[in-house]
């Protein structure tokens, strides 16, 4: 990605203002505004959900029930700002909850918490942006659950750290410490990113 691909300020600022508008209007009942805002979301949370979910057909149900969860939740929601960790949050419950009532045996908190980490040790490039997203897609496969969802957030949604911490309840240095180890994999199985894997 080079500097004239970036999002300039201004843009994200008003991309920030547009959502919190959509959000005001579906707070007010605009239907038109609610669909705009699942056509807006819908492919994001179906891919965040199917990162833990394998079948289809479970990764539509659950999407609904994210859609029935932000209709009922909608109204209380105040920090508008707020609505992508919001919606992620509610996605991650109900993909929980569908694993938890499908696969009885799942434990209340399936993985175990994770240890900080910053950097990567060997000094090499940590960061995949690199990589074709098509090739980074395939990759994720290759993750755990909760490692898949911390690089959905980041690299496909462009949640910052501290959002993607507020959408699946941990702190920051879980987050990071979730992007290392996944990094770490991906720079495994692809080699370092700085090599413009690429076109």
Not at 32 to 61: C, I, K, N, T
Not at 100 to 112: C, G, I, L, N, S
Not at 147 to 169: C, K, N, S, T
């Amino acid at each position: 990605m080079n500097d004239s691909d970036e999002p300039r300020p201004a843009a994200i600022e008003g991309q920030k203002r547009e959502l919190a508008l959509l959000v005001i209007r579906c707070q007010l009942g605009e239907r038109d505004a609610l669909d705009r805002m699942v056509v807006d979301w819908h492919a994001s949370v179906f891919r965040y959900v199917a990162s833990f979910l394998q079948d289809p057909r479970e990764v539509d149900e659950v999407c609904q029930n994210v859609w029935l969860g932000v209709l009922r939740g909608l109204p209380r929601l105040k920090e508008r700002a707020s609505f992508a960790p919001w919606l992620f949050g509610i996605a991650r419950r109900s993909a929980f909850d569908w694993m938890r009532m499908r696969y009885r045996h799942a434990p209340e908190e399936p993985w175990p918490e994770d240890i900080e980490v910053t950097e990567a040790s060997d000094g090499s490039t940590d960061d995949p942006e690199g990589l074709d997203p098509n090739v980074l897609e395939q990759g994720l496969q290759s993750l755990t659950p909760l490692e898949r969802e911390v690089v959905l957030l980041h690299y496909f949604e462009g949640l910052p750290i501290d959002q993607i911490g507020e959408a699946i309840h941990a702190p920051p240095g879980t987050v990071k410490s979730r992007l290392h180890r996944a990094r770490r994999k991906l720079r495994a199985q692809f080699g370092p990113f700085d090599r413009g894997i690429a076109p």
